[in-house]
């Protein structure tokens, strides 16, 4: 449970940081996805979590 908790807390500051300190870029990244046909955006949503389950696996191998 603290894993998982951890790791939501650090989504949380890497979002709020980028919110915080590029705000104007968020804008112009969603109207690029809202530009995106819906099928693009499946695609790259499976490929995120393909990249997550990499990370956490490298993150669980090295023994975090």
Known sequence: ???TLLAL???LIVEGLAWALA????EKMLEAL???PFEARRI????AIVA???L???A???GF
């Open 1 to 3: 449970m603290s894993m």
């Open 9 to 11: 807390g650090l989504v």
């Open 23 to 26: 705000p104007s870029a968020i």
């Open 34 to 36: 809202r530009d995106m």
């Open 44 to 47: 790259a949503g499976f490929l």
């Open 52 to 54: 997550g389950l990499i």
């Open 56 to 58: 956490v696996w490298a």
């Open 60 to 62: 669980y191998a090295i």
